[in-house]
């Protein structure tokens, strides 16, 4: 049985789109496929895919497993403080979301991340 199937994990979306043909919009439609605890970060939104959404990482109940990034790297960097205090077991850069700057901050607060992509892991069962 994969992880996906076997444990129900609270995975935080940044960068959550109501766009159906968006990655992060997909990302949360799978996530709650798979009987994962969806919580999505926009400021701009109230809810996406049936979802409710917060509009900062400081207003998502705790605790987190995992935090998948849908957001540039220079948006990214002014949000590290706000990410550390999230504190969540692990971070997914997913493609075009990789920062060093904040992979560095990561790695110093013994957070593990990883790039990767949200929907292959979970289509893959390696999430």
Aim: with cysteine.
């Amino acid at each position: 049985m994969t992880e996906t199937t076997s444990s129900s994990q609270h995975v935080v979306v940044l960068g959550a789109s109501p766009k159906a043909e968006r990655y992060s919009n997909q990302a949360v439609r799978l996530l709650t496929e798979h009987q994962h605890q969806v919580t999505a970060v926009n400021p701009a939104f109230d809810r996406i895919e049936e979802q409710a959404c917060v509009r900062q990482l400081a207003d998502v109940p705790q605790p987190v497993d995992t935090l998948s990034l849908y957001r540039n790297a220079s948006q990214l960097s002014e949000q590290i403080d706000e990410i550390i205090a999230l504190n969540p077991k692990r971070v997914i850069f997913n493609p075009g979301t990789e920062s060093w700057e904040l992979q560095q901050a990561l790695t110093q607060a013994g957070i593990s991340w990883q790039e990767s992509c949200t929907l292959v892991m979970l289509r893959s069962g390696h999430f």
